[in-house]
Structure formats: structure tokens, C-alpha cells
């Protein structure tokens, strides 16, 4: 377990570098969560008590409409942040599902504890600000993606950007991720 600390304290210090006893009072308010493959970190409908740091698996984000259809927004992995952030934020029940695709492992950090760190460290503040741009840049370009390029190219560049997820998740949820069948995402690879 200390290891997995230590990996969550270097991923802070990439952006924000903390004295030990800053560090003790940020390990303090993570707590540890493991999930096996399938089960659900988030559901619809659900309070959404902490945010999550992901220690090793690989979980989707993903909606699921009206007519029942699968709508994923995300892969998150190793060292990825991972919530449903507006239900997180506003402690409002959730919207999105995220679940295991492999067995996982994470750190939880609660709201109140997010909020006591970045009053006690400001540098956490910085950390939590850099985090979540961040993550709206790829947000924005994942949209940016769907809006501008064949489902094709969105492969291609996935390829590139993110080669080790490729081979992680099942053929299923990558088409489902694209916008494409099983057939077509074959004739990508082909």
C-alpha cells in the first residue's frame, strides 16, 4: 500500500511539490477502493461522494439513452482521474455509469477532504486547477473529434495518442467509443 502512495504523491508533485508534512495531511484524506472487472465505481442515480484516482484497471464513462443504447465518453486508466464530476461537484445524483473494464484499484478523495486541502495547501488548489483543465482540453477535443472527423481518423489518431489503451479495451467498446459497428472498426485495423 505505501507504494500506491508513493506513486499518488510523485503524480502530485509533477505539478506541485509538497513539503512532508503537507504530504501527510494530503495522504490522510485518500482513502483506498478496489473494484473487480464489471463492477460499478459510479451509477446513475447515485450520490457521487468522492472523485477517483486511478492506481491500476481501466474503467468507461459512459450514458445510456432512451432507447437504451451505450454512449461512452471515456477510458480512464492508470494515473486518470475519474468521476462523474458534475454530480461530485454539485452532490447532485448522477447522471453517468462508470465502470470496471479490468479489475481496479483507487485512491477516493471525498468532497469536504478536496475542499479542506486546497484551504490548508493552496498548492493543492493549483494542483486541482491544472487537473481540471486538463481534463476540459480533452474534452474539448474529444468533441472537436466527433464534430470534424471520420470515425476512421478519430481511430488513427486514438492509435497514436493512447497506442497501450488499443490493446485494453475489447473491440466491442472501442466501436461504441468511435460511433462505428465491430465491422467497420475491423476494417480500420485491416
Known amino acids: ?75 480512464a486508466m492508470e494515473q486518470y482521474w475519474t468521476s462523474d464530476f458534475h454530480a461530485f461537484q454539485n452532490q447532485v445524483p448522477a447522471t453517468l455509469f462508470i465502470d470496471c473494464i479490468e479489475d481496479s484499484e483507487f485512491f477516493c478523495l471525498r468532497l469536504e477532504n478536496r475542499e479542506r486541502l486546497c484551504s490548508e495547501i493552496p498548492k493543492m488548489t493549483n494542483f486541482f486547477r491544472i487537473k481540471s483543465h486538463y481534463g476540459y482540453i480533452a474534452l474539448q477535443q474529444r468533441i472537436m473529434s466527433l464534430l470534424t472527423q471520420t470515425a476512421e481518423e478519430r481511430y488513427n489518431n486514438l492509435i497514436k495518442k493512447l497506442p497501450l489503451l488499443i490493446q485494453r479495451v475489447p473491440k466491442k467498446l472501442l466501436a461504441s467509443y468511435l460511433g462505428v459497428t465491430r465491422e467497420t472498426l475491423s476494417r480500420f485495423k485491416g
Request: net charge negative; charged share 30%.
Open 1 to 75: 500500500m505505501e507504494n500506491h502512495y508513493l506513486q499518488l504523491r510523485k503524480h502530485i508533485e509533477e505539478i506541485s511539490p509538497l513539503t512532508d508534512e503537507e504530504w501527510e495531511t494530503v495522504a490522510a484524506c485518500f482513502t483506498y477502493k478496489k473494484l473487480r472487472k464489471h463492477q460499478f465505481l459510479v451509477q446513475k442515480d447515485e450520490l457521487v461522494p468522492s472523485e477517483y484516482w486511478i492506481i491500476s484497471g481501466l474503467l468507461k464513462t459512459y450514458a445510456i439513452d432512451n432507447e437504451g443504447k451505450e454512449h461512452i465518453l471515456q477510458f
